[in-house]
């Protein structure tokens, strides 16, 4: 059991604020590190002479603010340490913590959903210089429609096309990446204290849209090829949802791909419910050939979001979501209120990228050094069981027994790997599979990525809590 004691003194407010607050606080000094089991609720309510109650509504807050996990039977852990809970450390400060018995080897990084280096790098920066050379450069430093230039909305549209969902230009809004369309979709079609449907395992960014406009988020029962029609109709009619957020093509983190069918029925209850279909296709770039979204299927209630994050560069920060006028109209009311306008000077080099030719280059190389990745992967941890798919970044590790997801995602830690647990993309209190998401991306090289894989193997292979610690 573990002896930790938060640190009361000096603070101010309710209780159990104050007590999560306290770890809070030794989280992020290392006091308690990831996978760290706390006390009982009745053990430290005794310790500090307060009620149960408010160590229960204490953990409620830590969970709520994404520090801690829970598990009838099992007891309340410190969640592993990953770039899905940015509110927390940052990737480079995360790799210098002092966590026990961690080397002085460089942290290898695959929890991070992230891409390769841009292949075409160079092509990119000749595209900034290109329009910081244009005759018209003065006017891409001005404010400008917070719907976007048209040529920079006609842009999206092509890049749209490629994926096979063709709108006009005028329903197109270019975004600043796709967390930003994903906040934007999501406040064009609900409204603080409504329900969002995602699925049971789902991106995490949709959890921090949640808490930012005060949505109840509702976790949807799911099969390899994602959303279950049966569970989603059900939760329409259990909750009332007025819009699902879902990632139909190389769903993050379980690698599903829904079947041409499979989307039918899901547009086709949404379209009985009038419920609103946010689909995020970031990944649809990486497969061999372009499946047809899902919003193709219900355009009249889709808001469908790509961006050239994963394909080109994440610090280019361009995105777009496409949908019916209505609620494009609505989504401008989110973009003033976010950041007026997404950046011209953005948006006219990703014009630029996308009419010459070095968008989808650049995503061609991607997705073949995906495959390569795809490749290492598999002849490294291929014995175990994985829910991978041939070019896809990452992929979804199902742990051996008895290993628990938190003590391997420390162990790992430990080790100079870091992994993303299942508790990073959990919604609600269902059950969490003992899993991890491994980003085979992310690494800078190839064998980088190999000695990473090799430190998981190794953890793997060792005999589990024979060996480690179940903390």
């Known amino acids: 059991m573990n002896d930790w004691l938060p640190r009361l003194e000096g603070r101010s407010g309710p209780r159990y604020r104050a007590i999560a607050d306290a770890l809070q606080q030794d989280i992020a000094d290392g006091s308690l590190a990831a996978g760290a089991r706390l006390p009982t609720h009745r ?3 005794w310790r500090l002479g307060v009620t149960v109650g408010t160590v229960t509504r204490a953990y409620v807050e830590a969970e709520r603010r994404g520090l801690i996990s829970g598990e009838v039977g099992r007891g309340t852990y410190v969640r592993p340490l990953t770039p899905d809970y940015p509110e927390r450390d940052k990737p480079d400060e995360r790799a210098q913590l002092p966590l026990p018995g961690r080397n002085e080897m460089e942290f290898i990084d ?3 959903n992230a891409p390769p280096p841009a292949p075409l790098a160079a092509a990119v920066a000749e595209a900034l210089t290109s329009v910081a050379m244009d005759p018209q450069f003065n ?3 001005r404010y400008r429609p917070s719907q976007g ?12 096309a490629r994926f096979g969902y063709e709108v006009p230009a005028g329903q197109v809004l270019p975004t ?3 967390q930003h369309a994903m906040m934007i979709a999501a406040a064009s079609a609900l ?3 409504d329900t969002l449907l995602t699925e049971q395992l789902t991106f995490f960014g949709v959890k921090s849209v949640a808490r930012l406009l005060g949505l109840r988020l509702h976790g949807v029962e799911m099969d390899a090829e994602g959303l279950l029609p049966d569970a989603l109709d059900s939760a329409i009619r259990a909750t009332g949802a007025k819009a699902v957020y879902c990632i139909p093509t190389l769903q993050n983190p379980t690698n599903a791909v829904m079947s041409a069918g499979r989307r039918e029925a899901i547009a086709a209850i949404c379209r009985r419910h009038g419920t609103v279909i946010i689909e995020d296709d970031i990944y649809n770039f990486l497969m061999d050939e372009a499946v047809t979204p899902l919003s193709a299927y219900a355009p009249e209630l889709s808001l469908y979001i790509t961006n050239l994050s994963k394909s080109v560069a994440p610090a280019l920060r361009v995105g777009y979501v496409a949908g019916p006028p209505h609620l494009i109209d609505a989504g401008l009311i989110a973009m003033r209120a976010s950041s007026v306008m997404a950046s011209p000077l953005l948006q006219e080099t990703a014009a630029r990228l996308i009419r010459n030719g070095t968008a989808a280059r ?10 390569h990745r795809q490749i290492i992967g598999a002849r490294i941890l291929g014995q175990y069981e994985m829910a991978r798919q041939p070019t896809a970044l990452h992929v979804w590790l199902t742990l051996p027994e008895p290993w628990r997801r938190e003590a391997f995602a420390h162990e790992t830690q430990r080790r100079n790997v870091g992994v993303a647990a299942a508790d990073v993309f959990a919604t609600g209190r269902q059950s969490v599979p003992h899993a991890v998401r491994i980003s085979l991306a992310a690494p800078r090289t190839r064998t980088e990525l190999e000695h990473g894989l090799d430190t998981i193997a190794d953890i793997l292979s060792a005999g589990s809590a024979q060996h480690y610690p179940m903390i």
């Open 362 to 371: 650049n995503a061609a190389m991607v997705r073949e050094e995906s495959r």
């Open 149 to 160: 230039l048209m040529q920079h909305r006609e842009a999206g549209r092509d890049w749209l």
């Open 176 to 178: 600043h990446g796709a």
């Open 191 to 193: 409204r603080a204290g």
């Open 139 to 141: 006017e891409y430093l």
């Open 110 to 112: 695959l929890s991070g």
């Open 43 to 45: 053990e430290l309510a």
